[in-house]
């Protein structure tokens, strides 16, 4: 049981570049989300998916795509880089049916990108 | 919109320290609180959470945390902190938010032990 896996761990990107940071998950949770943590920021909440098939946009969507062809992946595209998407970015899991907000969370180890 | 503040950016502290760090969240319906910590260079991981019942929460590594609901605050504390205490430290919320449970994490919280 690997649980939360992303990868790369490290990119360095031009401005205009794109990429896909990839996640995937083996613990068959419904929910999947992307997070940026910035210094001083926290944690913010890109994109979310209660399923396959279904997302959703969170606090920071903008220059950043998302699908959920599966339940275990959950990537994260970014279109044309910009230096503010500079950032490390996890990916997360949880339960979602019946649960009432009382899941954990899962976390991946995240990937650290640097857009020049 | 639901809320979470965490007024404690850094924090430094000697080894045997008391340690307290302030989280409140602003939210009227039901909530449940979590406390998350990141050592340097580790992804996210769960310290302890609060459903409902007793107010006074125990999680791992001895810490523990109160909910005090006419505070809206969910501090965490631990009696004598130690230097491999030194991490990023996370309160949550996870509330009903248009039908979807949606985790709202505070700024987090830096840590350092001095040995």
């Known amino acids: 049981n690997a649980g939360v896996t992303q990868t790369p761990k490290f990119q360095v990107l031009k401005t205009g570049q794109s990429m896909t940071l990839q996640c995937a998950q083996d613990m068959n949770h419904e929910y999947m989300s992307w997070y940026r943590q910035d210094p001083g920021m926290g944690l913010r909440l890109i994109h979310y998916s209660v399923g396959a098939g279904i997302t959703d946009q969170g606090e920071v969507p903008n220059g950043y795509n998302v699908s959920r062809s599966t339940t275990e992946d959950f990537p994260l595209r970014l279109l044309s880089a910009a230096p503010s998407q500079t950032s490390v970015y996890f990916c997360a899991s949880r339960r979602l049916a019946g649960g009432r907000g009382k899941e954990t969370q899962y976390f991946g180890p995240g990937t650290r990108l640097l857009v020049l | 919109a639901q809320s979470v503040s965490q007024h404690n950016h850094h924090v430094i502290l000697s080894e045997a320290a008391s340690l307290e760090l302030g989280c409140n969240y602003s939210?009227?319906?039901?909530?449940?609180l979590f406390w998350y910590v990141q050592y340097p260079g580790q992804h996210l991981q769960l310290l302890l959470k609060y459903f409902s019942g007793d107010p006074l929460v125990k999680g791992i590594k001895g810490f523990e945390a109160e909910f005090i609901k006419s505070k809206f605050s969910f501090n965490l504390r631990k009696p004598s902190v130690q230097w491999s205490d030194t991490a990023e430290y996370f309160c949550a919320v996870n509330a009903k938010t248009s039908g979807t449970y949606k985790y709202i994490f505070g700024t987090g919280t830096r840590l350092k032990v001095l040995a």
């Open positions: 939210y009227g319906g039901t909530v449940n």
